[in-house]
């Protein structure tokens, strides 16, 4: 069973936003590492987060949540900026990867609200974060 989290729960108040705001653009990213995010919320402004992974490093993440309550994007960005992956499908969850070569590097994850089709403000969700 995948970790969706539960669509009949309370929903969160997307006045205050999640523990890690403001994460509202790249420079103002939240630091991430490997592990499961509870309770997060996209509300329509865009969620960032960053990781600095050394050299030979498999990244993967993949967030969880329910597509009844709204459509989430999710991309993990270079450190120049540029998408290496993206995930954009109209169903529950998403998830994206990528490596470093020889090089360490730094990567900012991606998190965009593209529809909120639920009866909620905002969009709750898990992300899980895998590197090795």
Not at 23 to 32: G, H, I, K, Q, V
Not at 126 to 132: I, L, S, Y
Request: with cysteine; proline share 5%; net charge negative.
């Amino acid at each position: 069973p995948s970790p969706t989290p539960d669509p009949n729960a309370a929903p969160f108040d997307c006045t205050f936003g999640d523990a890690y705001e403001p994460n509202d653009t790249e420079f103002s990213a939240a630091y991430t590492g490997g592990g499961t995010y509870y309770d997060l919320t996209e509300c329509g402004d865009g969620d960032y987060y960053w990781l600095s992974v050394g050299s030979f490093t498999d990244i993967y993440v993949d967030i969880w949540f329910s597509h009844a309550e709204g459509d989430l994007d999710l991309g993990i960005l270079d450190s120049w900026g540029s998408f290496v992956d993206t995930s954009t499908t109209e169903t529950d969850n998403e998830s994206v990867s990528t490596w470093t070569s020889l090089v360490g590097d730094d990567f900012t994850i991606y998190v965009e609200l593209y529809a909120d089709g639920g009866p909620w403000v905002g969009v709750d969700y898990e992300m899980d974060v895998f590197t090795f």
